[in-house]
């Protein structure tokens, strides 16, 4: 079906009406301004309206962005929107959202929530962010540069990221009994890869990265991982057990708020080897 027969069967409704458990996800780039959409707009406020919570998600240069205008402004000024301005590509979207929104509550209501939303969710944000900024300066990390700062916060995020996906890729092969040691190797490389970024950020001189929970550094893993890079048996426990070698889930953990904010399993109930997969995601 084309566009507009897709639009007929109200897809946004269907999801929201349907209570995702894990709220909505809303992404923040610096190349596109979210909230001059006007579907945006309309989906986060539909989302606070029926009680699924939207959560913010944003770029590193995106983040940085936010950082240093909060050193010249509020986050009352930054965070301000002016929904009515909001565009849509479709003239009958536009013509249909305008219309909704006029009926509900006015753009002015419409305004307070979202620039609200906005406020709440970049704030926290910018509180972790201003923590972990002024820790990289403590330990010459980015030589007051906050964007070699980011950069290394993106890469031990993204790493992070890559090493768990390798667990959770080696442990499906294994439950199916795939043997192929070319594919095996492959993902060997890619975990060795990932493990050099990951060491750039461990403590230094006793101080962990702000709300990394310290349980999870791992500390011997990772120097045995960096240097005896070839010790295939070594690699092959981290990969397989991330309670063996927990950094990773650490790290994803970090970059998600920290240990409790990003502690999915303690709204769902989890079996405990599932715990640190689900937190990653």
Known sequence: PGVAEQLALDPFKRVIGSRPAYGMIVVHTSRV?????????????????????????????YL??????????????????????????????????????DKAHGFKKLDETISKFRRLALDQMYGSAAS????SRTHELSKGDEQQAVCVLRDQTRTAGV????????????????????????????????????????????????????RKASHEQLE?????????????????????FELPAGFLEMSAGGRYRAAVAS???LAPSSVDRVVAL
């Open 33 to 61: 301004e979210l909230y001059d959409r006007l579907w945006c707009v309309y989906e986060v406020n539909e989302a606070l309206v029926t009680q699924v919570e939207p959560r913010a998600a944003v770029s590193m240069n």
């Open 64 to 101: 940085v962005d936010y950082y240093l205008k909060r050193q010249r402004s509020s986050s009352e000024e930054i965070c301000a929107v002016e929904t009515e301005k909001a565009t849509c590509w479709s003239a009958d979207d536009m013509a249909m959202i305008r219309g909704l929104v």
């Open 132 to 135: 972990f900024f002024e820790w």
């Open 163 to 214: 090493f768990v996906a390798l667990h959770c890729l080696l442990a499906e092969c294994d439950k199916a009994g795939y043997v192929d040691e070319e594919y095996r190797r492959r993902i060997f490389s890619f975990a060795r890869q990932a493990v050099v970024p990951l060491g750039q950020c461990r403590h230094r001189e006793g101080k962990h990265p702000p709300i990394f929970d310290p």
């Open 224 to 244: 045995r991982l960096l240097n005896q890079a070839d010790d295939d048996d070594h690699l092959h426990r981290c990969l397989s057990d991330l309670g063996e």
């Open 267 to 269: 709204e769902h109930p």
